[in-house]
């Protein structure tokens, strides 16, 4: 197992594109590869205009991306979808790390590099994932 995981990490070291680590994954036996049932293919992007918005709604603060007031955030939340999604996030402590998100997506609509140090990078390059699904990979151990 150990000799598989360097051969693997070598090969995604070496990869030139997207298409080389899709087909680095295509090579695993079904074991080693994402459950399209728990992690179905995320066919969803995030618009400037969308993170405007809830600058501009006060609901995130334009210099740091942090929810502005939950009180307040939790008044303007209307379809059951959004109530549910808020309570799951809040469940799992996930609120704060929203912010990170939001910034990784940022410094990709604004063509900045990879802040490789960053706080909680996974959730820093899956805002950057959001903005362009084809050029920025998601960084996480389901993956």
Same mark, same amino acid.
């Given at each position: 197992?150990?000799?598989?995981?360097?051969?693997?990490?070598?090969?995604?070291?070496?990869?030139?594109?997207?298409?080389?680590?899709?087909?680095?994954?295509?090579?695993?036996?079904?074991?080693?590869?994402?459950?399209?049932?728990?992690?179905?293919?995320?066919?969803?992007? #995030?618009?400037?205009?969308?993170?405007?918005?809830?600058?501009?709604?006060?609901?995130?603060?334009?210099?740091?991306?942090?929810?502005?007031?939950?009180?307040?955030?939790?008044?303007?939340?209307?379809?059951?979808?959004?109530?549910?999604?808020?309570?799951?996030?809040?469940?799992?402590?996930?609120?704060?790390?929203?912010?990170?998100?939001?910034?990784?997506?940022?410094?990709?609509?604004?063509?900045?590099?990879?802040?490789?140090?960053?706080?909680?990078?996974?959730?820093?390059?899956?805002?950057?994932?959001?903005?362009?699904?084809?050029?920025?990979?998601? #960084?996480?151990?389901? #993956?």
């Amino acid at each position: 197992m150990e000799k598989r995981v360097k051969n693997t990490f070598t090969k995604i070291k070496e990869a030139k594109s997207i298409e080389c680590l899709t087909n680095i994954e295509e090579s695993f036996d079904n074991k080693f590869r994402i459950d399209q049932d728990k992690f179905p293919q995320l066919a969803l992007s #995030i618009t400037r205009e969308d993170i405007q918005s809830l600058i501009k709604n006060k609901i995130i603060d334009k210099d740091d991306f942090s929810f502005i007031k939950h009180e307040d955030i939790m008044l303007k939340l209307t379809t059951p979808l959004e109530k549910l999604f808020y309570a799951m996030a809040w469940k799992q402590n996930n609120l704060s790390k929203l912010k990170h998100i939001i910034k990784g997506f940022d410094d990709a609509i604004k063509g900045n590099s990879f802040d490789e140090t960053r706080n909680s990078f996974v959730f820093y390059q899956f805002g950057r994932h959001l903005t362009n699904i084809k050029e920025e990979p998601i #960084i996480d151990q389901h #993956i």
